[in-house]
Nanobody, 126 residues
Framework: QVQLVESGGGSVEAGGSLTLSCATT????????LGWFRQAPGKEREGVAA???????TYTDAVKGRFTISQDNVKNKVYLQMDSLKPEDAGKYYC????????????????????WGQGVQVTVST
């Protein structure tokens, strides 16, 4: 059974940083997409960042240069380092994964992902 558990959410002032972590278990695909999505109240879920099993990364334009996705294959974790946070970055952040068939969509798209975590809340105050 595939499980993803996010941690590291919280409240931060604008300009600050947070690092989200996602622990993955039970996922055995050799090729895959790993991604972070977010959803703000009243808005659709959007892809934030993703990496594939070859290490290629992609980011939505709004976070380029501020967010970094990375993976620790030993710990089976994926991280999202978020710097220079803005109020518009606030929302519930989800990690997701799924088998890679061709390529991971750029920017990340939900249809590439089969398994989702429960999400963590990120609040950015002015």
């Amino acid at each position: 059974q595939v499980q993803l558990v996010e941690s590291g959410g919280g409240s931060v002032e604008a300009g600050g940083s947070l690092t989200l972590s996602c622990a993955t278990t039970g996922f055995t695909y050799a090729t895959y997409c790993l991604g972070w999505f977010r959803q703000a109240p009243g808005k659709e879920r959007e892809g934030v960042a993703a990496l594939d099993s070859e290490g290629l990364t992609t980011y939505t334009d709004a976070v380029k240069g501020r967010f970094t996705i990375s993976q620790d294959n030993v710990k089976n974790k994926v991280y999202l380092q978020m710097d220079s946070l803005k109020p518009e970055d606030a929302g519930k952040y989800y990690c997701a994964t799924g088998p890679l068939y061709d390529s991971c969509s750029r920017p990340p798209a939900a249809h590439d992902y089969t398994y989702w975590g429960q999400g963590v809340q990120v609040t950015v105050s002015t």
